[in-house]
């Protein structure tokens, strides 16, 4: 009877003392106490449970404190984007158990308190939407002009060997309107929001210091400069430039010519029209005309035949020429009894 008594006494003992000897274990208070809190780097959380809500601390000393009543339920944020920037570990003092809390500020930052940390989940990143090159090429430098000053160049952030995005704009043309554009690089693109080809160039201007991928719509081809109508005052005068120069057989200037090294020279010079080299392929390459109707700038070619041309020069009107022959480049008339004028033609029509 003694010994149960006394089993009886220390099992009552033992579940009295339980709660003071545990290690973990906090004695229950009144008020909730704060063990540790930090800032953390900025992370966005959504509700995971509308039933949540926000508090303040109404603190009692540097640790202790009470909740206030709720502040903001998460019932009435349905969408809205909490952005975290504190922590803190509490115990409450009517669990004795150990919490996580958040402090939390809306994206407007006007609404924000405490809550714990169950009733948030961190908001997914958004999947990133990829455009795609379907083909990219290199293409004979062409030379454009700004068509649109709204548009803007852009450098491609590659994921992979087809996929990317597209960087912020780098170059706003609206800040180059005399620019010229040369285009080295094309590239078809297949953007991921309208699922649309669509044609990009890479270009660069004329210093080299400034360059990206645009749009093709935003450029237009640079026009061509307006050649110049050959001139007979062009031909003629560097024709006569070379009066009193030897003659020398197969020379074509610039200090002695032949005769179809002259007019080849004369025609290059002056008009940047390049003839062949010898006095029969000149005859043979360009329109003939009647020599009843010869035109200042024509060339007249003389020989046995039109199979035959052995002789040419630049006719200056008034049945003249300018020609390179045995005595140097002299000017003569296109009749003289040593020469047989079998024909002409028509290189370039002079103005």
């Excluded at 220390?10 to 973990?24: C, D, E, H, M, R």
């Excluded at 509700?47 to 009543?69: D, E, H, I, V």
Aim: charge should be positive.
């Amino acid at each position: 009877m003694k010994t149960s008594l006394k089993v009886g006494l220390a099992v009552a003992t033992a579940l009295v003392l339980t709660p003071f000897l545990g290690s973990q274990a906090h004695a229950a208070t009144n008020t909730n106490r704060i063990t540790s809190t930090s800032s953390v780097n900025k992370v966005a959380y959504i509700r995971k449970s509308a039933s949540g809500a926000t508090y303040n601390f109404n603190m009692t000393s540097n640790t202790n404190f009470k909740f206030s009543g709720r502040t903001h339920n998460l019932k009435n944020y349905p969408n809205t984007t909490w952005v975290v920037t504190k922590k803190a570990y509490i115990v409450k003092g009517n669990t004795n158990t150990t919490s996580l809390y958040y402090y939390v500020t809306n994206g407007h930052g006007d609404v924000s308190g405490w809550i714990w940390h169950g009733y948030l989940k961190v908001k997914p990143k958004p999947a990133v939407a990829y455009d795609r090159i379907t083909s990219t090429s290199s293409v004979n430098k062409t030379q454009y002009l700004r068509k649109s000053a709204s548009g803007a160049t852009y450098n491609f952030n590659m994921s992979g060997n087809t996929n990317f995005t597209f960087s912020g704009r780098t170059h706003n043309l609206k800040n180059y309107p005399h620019t010229t554009w040369i285009v080295t690089k094309k590239a078809y693109i297949v953007k991921h929001n309208t699922n649309t080809t669509s044609l990009y160039y890479y270009v660069t201007n004329g210093h080299g210091d400034v360059s990206g991928w645009i749009w093709h719509g935003y450029l237009t081809p640079k026009p061509k400069p307006v050649a110049k109508a050959a001139s007979y005052a062009a031909v003629y005068n560097k024709a006569k430039a070379q009066l009193g120069k030897p003659y020398a057989w197969g020379a074509a200037g610039a200090n002695s010519f032949d005769c179809s090294g002259l007019t080849q020279y004369v025609y290059k010079q002056a008009i940047n029209k390049q003839l062949p080299r010898t006095a029969q392929s000149q005859y043979n390459s360009y329109s003939h005309v009647s020599t009843n109707n010869l035109k200042k700038g024509d060339l007249v070619f003389f020989g046995s035949n039109a199979g035959n041309i052995s002789h040419t020069g630049i006719y200056v009107g008034s049945n003249k020429m300018i020609d390179a022959q045995n005595r140097g480049v002299i000017t003569e008339n296109i009749h003289a009894s040593w020469w047989n004028l079998v024909g002409a033609s028509r290189p370039a029509n002079l103005q």
